[in-house]
């Protein structure tokens, strides 16, 4: 029997609410992969603790997907086991994406820890590495404007005059711009890679956990129109 009356308007707020959940898997599981993709252009990062709130907001983004895609099947056929499981489901997942706010945040207080010891292990490790690493380093100090960890003298065993930086540290990147220039602020960016790129990092993170608390407010109201409707369509089969 089909649910009538105030039930039928929670019906379609029921189906709204999952259909924007879709949405919201959708561009969670896109902001987690564009998360984890910059910790990884940006750095050659070896503390794999880095990598759990992204890969959290990734797995999370994609069971909402589906879970929504099941939520509106149950809310449009009024089925009271769909309608049931989806809203068990997501008080699951805001379980896990609290759980995923709070990885993010106390990783938020570690990124200068791990940022100092990714940058110091490509700083070092840069003389003999491949071409997509020193690459890599290369584009970092490029766009960010800045040279070394915490400043152009950090590159003081680069060269063996002892007064070279790679061409990347140069204002204008040409053939040989750091040869003998480390100290010359008129040549080379004297500033450090550390503070900009822990900036740059914790407004990445910043974005998720903001991400993460909205969509389980609102998954939070999803779950209690869900309850409603379970009760109305419960009430249905009892006069049936």
Not at 214 to 224: E, P, T, Y
């Amino acid at each position: 029997m089909a649910v009538e009356g105030g039930m039928k308007c929670v019906k379609f707020l029921v189906f709204i609410f999952n259909f924007i959940f879709w949405l919201c898997g959708l561009a969670l599981t896109v902001v987690g992969i564009l998360v984890q993709v910059s910790f990884h252009k940006t750095l050659i990062i070896r503390d794999v603790s880095a990598s759990a709130a992204p890969i959290v907001i990734i797995v999370i983004g994609l069971v909402i997907f589906l879970i929504a895609f099941f939520g509106c099947c149950g809310a449009w056929k009024e089925n009271y086991c769909m309608v049931t499981t989806s809203a068990v489901c997501l008080s699951l997942i805001i379980i896990v994406e609290i759980a995923a706010v709070i990885v993010g945040y106390v990783f938020r207080n570690k990124l200068a820890t791990v940022v100092e010891d990714s940058l110091g292990d490509m700083i070092s490790g840069y003389k003999d590495g491949t071409a997509e690493f020193k690459k890599s380093l290369d584009k970092l100090q490029t766009d960010m404007k800045c040279c070394g960890m915490n400043s152009s003298s950090d590159w003081r065993s680069f060269g063996d005059d002892g007064n070279s930086v790679p061409d990347s540290c140069c204002l204008t990147p040409v053939a040989n711009c750091g040869v003998g220039a480390m100290t010359d602020a008129a040549k080379v960016y004297q500033k450090g890679c550390h503070d900009a790129l822990v900036d740059f990092l914790k407004k990445n993170i910043q974005w998720v956990i903001i991400a993460a608390i909205v969509i389980a407010f609102l998954q939070l109201l999803g779950i209690v129109f869900s309850c409603m409707l379970m009760r109305g369509i419960r009430s249905g089969y009892e006069v049936m």
